[in-house]
Structures are given as C-alpha cells and as structure tokens.
C-alpha cells in the first residue's frame, strides 16, 4: 500500500500531469484533490475555474475534491491560517504526503516545504526542474486537452485567453516567456488527457480584461 496522498489540484494542465505520473505510481495511495477557490466568485484563484468544472474535473479523474475557501481580498496572514488548519485536518485523517505541480519556483517551493515542516506530512514534487518544452511535448503527446483561462497581458495578447492550448499555440509564445506558463504567463483549465476517465464537454464564454489579465469563462456544457 503507498504513501495516502493529496494533491494539489489548480485544474491546469502542470497539477493534472502530476496526478497522472501519482496515478502510475506504485507507492502511492492517492486520497483526493484539494483546491483553494475565491469565495465571493466561487472560482479556483488565477485560473478562474467554476466550482461545477472543478466537480467534473475530480469526478472524470475518480477523485474526491476537497474545496478550502479563501475570502476576497485575503491577507497573506489569514491564508496562512486557513491553510494551516487545513494541513492540521490533513494530519490527523493520516494524510502522509501532500503533492504540488510546481516546476521550478524556489520561493513556491520553500513556501509549501515551510507549511508543512512542523507536520509528519512530506511534500511531493514530481515535475521539479523538468524541461517545461519537454514537459509540453509529454503533456501533448498523451492527447491532453485544455485551454487557456487567464493571461498576463503585460506577458502575452489577450487573444491568447480562450485559445486551446496547442502545439501551434506554443509556437507562437515569444522565446522569453515559459511555455508551461510558470512564471505567470499563462493559466489553464484541463478537460481531457490520459488522467481522466472521459472528456469534459466546454464552451468558452465572455472574455474580460481585469487587472492586467484577460480572463476566458470556461464552461462545461
């Protein structure tokens, strides 16, 4: 039996390959999906993804989802707090490793590493310092499907929000910017890929320009 495992679960494509390499994994027990949502817009932070798609999303994967609700405008102090007791929930149900989606942020990572260091729950991070092109062409190859839900319009056009993410796509993301979107560029929602059991129906919405980011509405149909 492996190691009772939660993950991380943003809806993009970096947390839906990790949930595809845990699911392969052998020591491994994967327990659920956990994601940080928005209260007042009922939405995943930055990637903008509608309770109901993150619900198909856990439910294409056989997984439960475990919602944290953070408030508008929450302080770096109370989400600190709302995490804190989360982890403490985590420790106590026996939770033995909490897994992330991260690539190559040091400060990400140190962050995660810090929330966890007074619990017995180790930290797993199956993408750290892979490649982001070949990480693209892995994710790609294995027929994942997603679209792009935000962009940082000092980074990319608003053009890009609503667009599938794609080979052709990629190659039109200037060669400064990360093509995974690490460093903000970019954020997607999944709705297909060797992780789910089925694909997610979706239309795309009304696209707004708020704070510096163009943000697509995905929605399951």
Known sequence: MGKKTLL????????????YLLQQD???????????????YNRASMHATRLDLLQKQADAAGMELRIIELPDQCSNEECDAIMA??????????????????LF???IRSYR?????????MPLFPLWKIPTARL??????AGMEAYISSVDLARLPASFAGKKWSRTLLNTIPAEYDLCGENGEMH????????????IRVRIGEIIERNGFAYADIIPV
């Not at 052998?26 to 007042?40: H, S």
């Not at 693209?136 to 190859?141: R, S, V």
Request: proline content about 3%; charged content about 25%; hydrophobic content about 40%.
């Open 8 to 19: 991380s679960w943003s809806s993009g494509k970096d947390s839906a390959w990790t949930l």
């Open 26 to 40: 052998p020591g491994v027990e994967l327990a659920g999906l956990f994601t940080v949502i928005n209260r007042k």
């Open 85 to 102: 007791e989360f982890i403490v929930a985590c420790e106590e149900e026996g939770i033995e490793c909490i897994a992330f989606g991260d």
């Open 105 to 107: 942020l040091e400060d």
């Open 113 to 121: 590493e810090n929330q966890l260091r007074r619990t017995k729950i």
């Open 136 to 141: 693209a062409e892995q994710m790609l190859t």
């Open 188 to 199: 997607t929602i999944v709705v297909g890929g060797p992780m789910f059991h089925q694909t």
